[in-house]
Nanobody, 122 residues
Framework: QDHLVESGGGSVQAGGSLSLSCVVS?????ITWFRQAPGKEREGVAG???????NYAMSDKGRFTISYDYGKRSLYLHMKNLKPDDTAMYYC???????????????????WGQGTQVPVSS
């Protein structure tokens, strides 16, 4: 069973940048950032396939990039030019591959961190 711990959230002004970290203990291949804004469904941001060693996008947010450090077992989400619409709770999740690739739906990720809040002010 994986254990995930996010950090790095905090208040930021529109146009600013922020990086989130997720330390993963466990062996699941797929690690993904999701976010959930108040009153909205949880949506995928981007993920990393630890077996293939590749990133996979889950949205068209070109302002967001991810990276993974195998030595630190940590997934990072780098966000720039933040907008008030980016305000959300950001979660890190992990899970198995399905049919040779990582899933995109939250239900395909059985392990979740507690989340880290990112409020973006205008």
């Amino acid at each position: 069973q994986d254990h995930l711990v996010e950090s790095g959230g905090g208040s930021v002004q529109a146009g600013g940048s922020l990086s989130l970290s997720c330390v993963v203990s466990g062996e699941a291949f797929c690690i993904t950032w999701f976010r959930q804004a108040p009153g909205k469904e949880r949506e995928g941001v981007a993920g990393f396939d630890r077996l293939a060693g590749t990133n996979y996008a889950m949205s068209d947010k070109g302002r967001f990039t991810i990276s993974y450090d195998y030595g630190k077992r940590s997934l990072y989400l780098h966000m720039k030019n933040l907008k008030p619409d980016d305000t959300a709770m950001y979660y890190c999740a992990s899970g198995p591959r399905y049919g040779g690739s990582c899933g995109r739906s939250p239900v395909m990720f059985p392990f979740w961190g507690q989340g880290t809040q990112v409020p973006v002010s205008s």
